[in-house]
């Protein structure tokens, strides 16, 4: 049962072939059994998982259930969900009960899904390896030396050891799609502004978005139906129709023009995971596409860019953790000054603490010109590359990440390789367009991700693309020795 997708597992609800407190109970024994050894998940709630089903197994007798009725999943534990500890992966937010849902939370829970709790990410999801977690490091279900990618590494690892049939993520610079990539899963990261931010854990406000994380591209769908739409909450929620996601999952691909951009295959990277690229290409030659090379001539100046921008942002929005208003305050304070300096000293950890070092500075009069507005800059040409190669594809395809999975602490005390290994994804975040990853190989036992890129609110497009894939191929279905 642990294998099924979200859709085969709705068919079981409605056929009466399971409950949805069976469901649930069988993941909750599993995460209990199994999660020791990944330590994907935060905080598991029972007690709330099981009265959500009991409701769901109510509305499914009388006949009403909807699309999402009974279905368990997880959320990463930067969206906010009412009555349980919302803590980003922080010790600044170990003590804090959430007051109210984000509105991804709401939106599921009235869609009668069960929600079996939180998972693991790197500490105010700033990290591509899920090692700067306040509670310690997750780990890759595929080699528990490795790293299950970041910062959504908890919904990435709970997926792929099968802990929960599909969970939440937030993509800033890649983090839906790196970890995807790393744990053989599937992530979509919509266009920024498809998904409300209300109630997500503010990293990056311009740049972070909320997505799926799941087995399958058509259960991405089924979670971007839920997740999708406009928010009144949040200013930076588009106001613009959601379509039914999973309606063009079967279209033909019959004439897609795929763009192949030449500065995605790099030297450092590899050469496996460039020569998988390409088979999957061939793949998709035999679906009916057709390919060609285009340029996105920026890339490289999409870390040193993000890198300004996404600091400056962090910077600014964990000002509100001070000690005062949310989370880990200091013991005896001798006045005010010292309550906000040890406050914060004790609260964040190291690379929260070096990005909001970062981010000051880069806004510091004297420097905002050089470094801000720069990267602003940056930004748009980024933007102005992918709008020139869009106008001549329908989709850009590429490896997710230059290298699969390393070990845990291989890169931890160089930020900067550390950094590169976003080297795809980040650009995407800094245009705004959506992408996803879906597995396409294995790298000596470790799984890889093809990255689809479409231009703004082409969601369909990529999981139309995306699903006409894993019908031809298995790599999706591949899941870590043992599971
Ligand atoms: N790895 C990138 C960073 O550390 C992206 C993180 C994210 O997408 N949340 O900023």
């Known amino acids: 049962m642990f294998d099924k997708t979200l859709a085969e597992l709705a068919s079981g609800l409605k056929s009466g072939e399971f409950s949805s407190v069976e469901l649930t109970q069988a993941y909750l024994a599993r995460i209990k059994a199994e999660d020791a050894k990944y330590n994907s998940f935060i905080t598991v709630t029972e007690e709330t998982a099981l009265q959500q089903a009991r409701e769901a197994d109510k509305i499914i007798a009388t006949g009403n259930a909807g699309a999402f009725t009974g279905l368990p999943i997880a959320h990463k534990d930067i969206f906010c969900t009412k009555g349980t500890r919302t803590s980003c992966a922080s010790k600044m937010l170990d003590n804090f009960i959430s007051p109210y849902n984000a509105t991804v939370v709401d939106k599921?829970?009235?869609?009668?899904?069960?929600?079996?709790?939180?998972?693991?990410?790197?500490?105010?999801?700033?990290?591509?390896?899920?090692?700067?977690?306040?509670?310690?490091?997750?780990?890759?279900?595929?080699?528990?030396?490795?790293?299950?990618?970041?910062?959504s590494g908890g919904s990435?690892?709970?997926?792929?050891?099968?802990?929960t049939p599909a969970a939440t993520g937030t993509d800033t610079g890649g983090s839906i799609r790196q970890p995807a990539a790393l744990c053989g899963i599937t992530g979509l990261k919509p266009t920024y502004g498809r998904v409300s931010r209300?109630?997500?854990?503010?990293?990056?406000s311009s740049l972070d978005q909320g997505g799926p994380m799941t087995k399958t591209a058509e259960d991405a769908a089924m979670m971007l139906n839920v997740m999708a739409g406009f928010d009144k909450n949040d200013s930076t929620s588009v106001e613009r129709d959601v379509p039914d996601y999973t309606a063009d999952l079967n279209k033909p691909l019959d004439g897609l023009r795929i763009g192949l951009p030449?500065?995605?295959?790099?030297?450092?990277?590899?050469?496996?995971?460039?020569?998988?690229?390409?088979?999957?290409?061939?793949?998709?030659?035999?679906?009916?596409?057709?390919?060609?090379?285009?340029?996105?001539p920026n890339t490289a100046l999409s870390i040193p860019a993000y890198y300004i921008i996404a600091p400056a942002e962090a910077s600014s929005n964990l000002s509100r953790f001070?000690?005062?208003?949310?989370?880990?305050?200091?013991?005896?304070?001798?006045?005010?000054?010292?309550?906000?300096?040890?406050?914060?000293?004790?609260?964040?950890?190291?690379?929260?603490?070096?990005?909001?070092?970062v981010g000051t500075y880069a806004l510091s009069e004297g420097f905002y010109d050089a470094y801000y507005n720069k990267a602003q800059q940056i930004r748009r040409l980024i933007r102005d590359d992918f709008?020139?190669?869009?106008?001549?594809?329908?989709?850009?395809?590429?490896?997710?990440?230059?290298?699969?999975?390393?070990?845990?602490?291989?890169?931890s005390s160089d930020p900067v390789s550390m950094y590169m290994e976003d080297i795809f994804t980040i650009s995407l975040n800094l245009a705004g367009l959506p992408g996803m990853s879906i597995p396409c190989g294995t790298v000596n036992g470790l799984p890889t991700g093809l990255q689809i890129i479409g231009d703004y609110f082409a969601e369909q497009k990529l999981l139309n693309v995306a699903h006409q894939f894993q019908m031809a191929t298995d790599w999706h279905k591949q899941s870590p020795q043992g599971i």
């Open 262 to 296: 030449k500065e995605f295959i790099m030297d450092d990277m590899d050469s496996d995971i460039a020569a998988q690229t390409q088979a999957a290409i061939k793949e998709f030659e035999k679906l009916g596409a057709t390919v060609k090379e285009v340029s996105l």
């Open 198 to 204: 209300f109630g997500m854990i503010a990293f990056a």
């Open 108 to 151: 599921f829970n009235q869609a009668g899904a069960i929600s079996l709790g939180k998972t693991n990410m790197d500490e105010f999801a700033m990290g591509s390896s899920n090692e700067s977690s306040f509670y310690g490091a997750c780990r890759n279900p595929w080699d528990t030396d490795r790293v299950p990618g970041g910062s």
């Open 387 to 411: 709008t020139k190669a869009l106008s001549e594809v329908d989709v850009i395809m590429g490896p997710t990440t230059p290298h699969p999975a390393f070990r845990i602490g291989e890169k």
């Open 322 to 357: 001070d000690g005062v208003r949310y989370g880990h305050r200091c013991e005896e304070p001798v006045n005010l000054e010292d309550m906000y300096k040890r406050s914060r000293g004790e609260g964040f950890g190291p690379e929260v603490k070096r990005r909001i070092m």
């Open 156 to 163: 990435a690892a709970a997926v792929s050891a099968q802990l």
